[in-house]
């Protein structure tokens, strides 16, 4: 039995908490809202982000950090990737060397372009760091459905440790030491999940879906590379697998925000009514700010930028993609 402590109550938190418990472990989880604590207490269930899954009694909740984190030797965060770094601030007198940070959190730090496992490691130092993703909806964790991931760290024995403490008959667990892919895949897949969104919410259907996450994958792959990742990850459960999922299912708030804005909505509204952090606009500014500098052409992020911060019209936003100077498809023609 391993000690872990969750660090975020919402439906990804919740699920994980479930996954792990069945699993044997003991755990705790920790949210910053004490009515958020005092529902899953009470209901042992999250009413309002992941409503009929239920936790097990053994489940601790608290809004007391020192309380969670007493004894860790897992810390699994799943707070937002803009709160990231204020956790791991708050929660460093706490953690000690031997921990290990798993981050299921997917997104970039706006401000800095770093990725999530980089911001964490700043603020706590020498823990070991794993990031764990992949095409993941928190509903279907939750209801046992089968679900593989990646636990990718360039720590074998961490990525390996967290295998076999997360992975189930449910849960399959691989291991990569791509990092730098991993996250980035994970984190840029929300960007094109918007996109697909839009699409859709303008009714131009699947071919143009099918194209924006095909090319949205190769400017994925293309600003990896670029920043020392492993091409081969992007085809892989961190780039393709959690792009189809985050851009086809029901349950992706991206998508669903991307729909909303397609039909006409205002970006603020459209937050709104999904109720959850749709991680994807923080990430398109700060991959766009990462293409400028590595000078990577990023044509679809340039586009949902200027839909989401700059008030373009998504039908002009696909027309001028549409109207970009004729290419080869690949970046080696072969001829």
Not at 13 to 41: F, Q, R, Y
Not at 201 to 215: E, I, P, S
């Amino acid at each position: 039995m391993t000690k872990i402590s969750i660090l975020g109550a919402g439906s990804w938190g919740t699920a994980l908490s479930i996954l792990l418990c069945n699993n044997g472990h003991k755990v705790t989880v920790w949210s910053v809202l004490p009515d958020e604590v005092e529902m899953l207490k009470q209901y042992r269930q999250h009413k309002d982000k992941l409503p009929g899954a239920i936790v097990p009694p053994e489940v601790v909740f608290t809004t007391d950090l020192k309380t969670c984190l007493d004894q860790a030797a897992v810390v699994v965060f799943v707070v937002p990737s803009q709160t990231i770094r204020e956790t791991a601030r708050r929660i460093k007198p706490f953690v000690q060397k031997s921990t290990i940070a798993v981050i299921c959190s997917k997104g970039l730090e706006e401000n800095t372009g770093l990725r999530l496992s980089e911001v964490v490691q700043q603020e706590l130092g020498d823990v070991r760091v794993v990031a764990l993703i992949g095409p993941s909806h928190a509903e279907e964790v939750a209801a046992g459905l089968p679900t593989t991931v990646v636990a990718a760290s360039t720590d074998q024995q961490a990525a390996e440790t967290v295998q076999d403490i997360f992975m189930s008959s449910r849960f399959r667990v691989y291991t990569s030491s791509d990092i730098i892919g991993a996250e980035l895949g994970a984190a840029l897949k929300n960007i094109i999940a918007l996109c697909a969104g839009i699409s859709d919410g303008l009714g131009y259907g699947d071919n143009c879906k099918a194209a924006l996450m095909t090319r949205g994958l190769t400017e994925i792959a293309r600003l990896g590379k670029a920043m020392g990742a492993n091409t081969d990850t992007f085809s892989g459960l961190t780039g393709m697998g959690d792009l189809v999922v985050t851009c086809t299912s029901s349950h992706s708030r991206n998508w669903r925000a991307g729909y909303l804005i397609g039909q006409g909505m205002p970006l603020e509204k459209a937050l709104t009514q999904v109720k959850m952090v749709v991680e994807g606009v923080t990430a398109a500014k700060a991959a766009y700010s990462l293409s400028s500098k590595t000078g990577v052409n990023m044509p679809i992020v340039e586009q949902a930028c200027k839909i989401l911060f700059e008030g373009k019209s998504p039908a002009a936003a696909v027309g001028d993609l549409m109207a970009r100077s004729k290419k080869n498809e690949s970046e080696d023609a072969g001829w």
